[in-house]
């Protein structure tokens, strides 16, 4: 027959060989398409990181690690209280609605629920919160993308099966049976996420396996970011972290919207579940200080050359290279204001001497954005930069290194996955929620998780006070074995004040301020900083407003 010449001039050569040996058609075309491996296909990922992590003080032995995403909220702990965050949710009491299907909907149908459902009592807060469409009419959208990913032919399944038409060659593929898998949907609860469990059931063999899907409920998500974060950890270290299994950066999908499909694997939320973490035995206690010891010292051993966020070379979902970028510096973050500056903008890779000149920089880059608007930003940024030449002065801003930093981890168990075993046995699971990871100064990674050892159920742990002996024999046990497993690096940076300090003043240069409360924040900091310093330096004072807004 004619070739239809809109196939691949490589697929023809393929052919060609084919047919040059008719005895080997069925296995060269078998060999050339690669049938499918099984009815859920894993979407690979080819990572050739441009940055590579610096030798640190080595490895510690990997805990049995598994998968799996969700979230959870426990009031932040520290100095300054920070808002309340939400978390993606995981195993979650208040999960609701589940949906079932087992064929891929009617577009009129995703079409007429779109226009015609009402938000029900159980998804107001998303729907209304956000703007979403209600969990009703989108629930169609997700099985539909279900549809595409899972049951119906792939493209390379459809080209494969026409090729070995159109050549009158032997093959034994058949294509995957559009009704082979049925989909459950289950609304979960999400913070930055809207979160839907997919439960795929294999209809012959009656397996199943459990997804999470993750769409960003802003416009200004990036999940092409938070694959490259996720990919990063596994590539390089044996920290255990969600696998994605399947991801698109764009809205060309059923959804409309960029999403993130992750491995969901059982676990016990140290947060959020029927059993948190003062509940659970001493020497469960015990196991889990010694295997957070070691991730948070595999941490620290991840390095590269200059601060900044990992960003993905490629919007492709399934190729995820890394480069090095600035942190994101925008004049009004919450307004209609959203102006990059230019570090911001450009792909540029950050390089500083050293981590004074990171901390000028950056103070420098929100007074550039703040000048014509804020004036009283501009002031806090002189004065937070001068903070910064005065630690720096006194040997307080470490040793110019920078380490892979989680950043919510420290104040509450949140964001932690273990599985229990007998009464002594635990093992750390999944650390979960990477979307807000950076590389830092190393101090920044090493405040104190002394929830271990101090939990308090009536109020906030004061870390000014995480080095003081606990109260209790048990306390102090679980603050040693932390502190054996940590390593002595961590602990340099972990107790003393000026350190604290110090991590405080990266969140100002992450982030900025944008707000009366941060700038009360702000003050604090100054004012303690005032009560620490040497006294042969100038002290620096706090700004005070009278009933200014931000």
């Not at 970011?225 to 999908?253: G, M, Q």
């Not at 004049?331 to 903008?345: A, F, I, K, N, V």
């Not at 620490?532 to 005070?544: D, G, L």
Request: aromatic residues 8%; glycine residues 4%.
């Amino acid at each position: 027959r004619p070739l239809d010449l809109s196939f691949p001039l490589s697929v023809f050569i393929v052919s060609e060989t084919a047919l040059e040996n008719p005895d080997e058609r069925s296995l060269t075309m078998t060999d050339a398409m690669e049938p499918p491996v099984s009815p859920i296909e894993e979407t690979t990922s080819s990572v050739v990181p441009i940055m590579q992590p610096q030798e640190g003080e080595g490895t510690p032995q990997k805990p049995a690690a598994s998968e799996s995403a969700g979230k959870s909220a426990r009031p932040t702990k520290s100095l300054w209280a920070r808002p309340m965050m939400h978390h993606d949710g995981g195993e979650s009491a208040s999960s609701l609605d589940t949906f079932h299907t087992t064929s891929a909907p009617n577009a009129k149908d995703i079409k007429r629920n779109s226009v015609d459902s009402h938000a029900s009592e159980k998804s107001k807060s998303s729907t209304i919160m956000y703007g979403h469409e209600s969990f009703e009419s989108f629930k169609l959208r997700v099985s539909e993308l279900c549809y595409q990913l899972w049951s119906a032919p792939s493209s390379r399944q459809r080209l494969r099966t026409r090729l070995i038409r159109l050549l009158g060659l032997k093959g034994t593929h058949q294509s995957r049976s559009t009704d082979s898998v049925r989909f459950e949907l289950e609304r979960l609860n999400g913070g930055y996420n809207r979160i839907i469990l997919i439960d795929a059931v294999n209809k012959k063999s009656l397996d199943r396996k459990k997804y999470l899907l993750r769409i960003p409920h802003f416009n200004g998500g990036r999940p092409d970011r938070d694959v490259a974060i996720l990919e990063y950890i596994r590539k390089h270290s044996s920290i255990p972290v969600a696998a994605v299994v399947k991801s698109d950066f764009t809205s060309d999908n059923p959804i409309g919207k960029p999403y993130i499909v992750q491995d969901r694997i059982p676990g016990l939320d140290l947060q959020n579940s029927n059993r948190p973490f003062p509940k659970l035995t001493h020497d469960q206690k015990k196991a889990f200080a010694k295997s957070f010891g070691q991730l948070q010292f595999e941490m620290l051993a991840l390095r590269v050359s200059s601060p900044g966020q990992i960003e993905p070379t490629s919007k492709r979902a399934t190729k995820q290279d890394f480069l090095m970028r600035h942190f994101k510096v925008e004049g009004h973050p919450h307004g209609e204001d959203r102006q990059l500056d230019e570090s911001s903008s450009s792909n540029a890779i950050p390089s500083y001497k050293n981590t004074l000149e990171f901390f000028q920089s950056q103070f420098n880059r929100w007074k550039m954005v703040a000048v014509d608007k804020f004036f009283s930003k501009v002031e806090y940024m002189e004065r937070l930069s001068a903070i910064a030449a005065q630690l720096d002065e006194s040997g307080f801003l470490g040793d110019d290194q920078y380490c892979l930093c989680h950043l919510d981890l420290a104040t509450a168990p949140r964001n932690i996955l273990v599985d229990i075993g007998t009464d002594s046995s635990l093992t750390i699971i999944a650390i979960l929620d990477w979307d807000d990871a950076v590389f830092a100064p190393k101090f920044v990674a090493c405040a104190p998780p002394m929830w271990i050892w101090a939990w308090s159920d009536d109020e906030d742990e004061d870390e000014r006070r995480a080095n003081d002996s606990p109260s209790t024999l048990e306390g102090q046990e679980l603050k040693r074995l932390f502190e054996e497993s940590v390593g002595q690096e961590y602990l340099r940076y972990a107790y003393q004040p000026q350190y604290r300090i110090a991590r405080k003043l990266f969140e100002f240069a992450q982030h900025g301020i944008h707000s009366s409360w941060k700038m009360d924040e702000a003050n604090k900091m100054i004012d303690e900083w005032a009560s620490m310093r040497p006294e042969r330096m100038p002290q620096i004072e706090a700004i005070r407003f009278d009933n200014e807004a931000a």
